[in-house]
């Protein structure tokens, strides 16, 4: 702001402290196995009572993602572009005890998550990020529907070697790693 309009930048402090837990990257060697520990973490905590709101980049990895989890027998709410006129209210429901909901980043945003009664004893909402954003300001907002206002809340990101992005942007590492 300085640079460009010679206005001074103020620091607003949060309202509340964060409780965000962001925890480490998970990182695969194939889709298939990063699928596989998403369901698994996804029935883990849906066994707890645990709200989980996944984000995926892609329709595709979204209805894939559905279709494992219907398999398992874990009921969840899949919104993507074919589900727009209800999507404000599935993803206000996100934050209830034991619910699932898949969504691609951008369904969703500006909708509230309220939590549940008992929610934030249970850790608060967690977000799974199925995959990095060519725009990282996307998987933020994706994260940052966990935690919101002080509430308790995590995120944590699955990565393999498959991912468009890792594919497209480090190459070679992804090759290291799908070799391991």
């Known amino acids: ?55 995926t980049r892609t329709i595709g990895n979204s209805e894939r993602l559905t279709e494992m989890l219907t398999s398992a027998g874990i009921p969840h709410r899949l919104l993507n572009a074919r589900q727009d006129a209800e ?37 608060g909402l967690h977000v799974i990020a199925l995959e990095i954003e060519e725009s990282h300001r996307i998987d933020l907002q994706l994260t940052g529907r966990a935690a919101r206002q002080g509430q308790p809340g995590s995120s944590q990101l699955f990565l393999s070697a498959d991912d468009y992005v890792i594919r497209q942007y480090a190459a070679e590492e992804a090759e290291t790693l799908a070799k391991a």
């Open 1 to 55: 702001f300085w640079e460009v309009f010679h206005l001074p930048v103020v620091p607003i402090p949060r309202n509340k402290p964060s409780q965000a837990d962001t925890r480490p990257a998970r990182v695969f060697v194939s889709q298939e196995a990063k699928f596989e520990a998403v369901v698994a973490d996804i029935a883990e905590r849906h066994h707890h009572g645990q709200p989980v709101l996944v984000g």
């Open 87 to 123: 999507e404000a209210a599935i993803i206000a429901e996100a934050g209830r005890p034991g619910a699932v909901t898949i969504a691609t980043n951008m369904a969703g945003r500006g909708t509230h998550i309220d939590l549940g009664a008992g929610v934030p004893d249970l850790g």
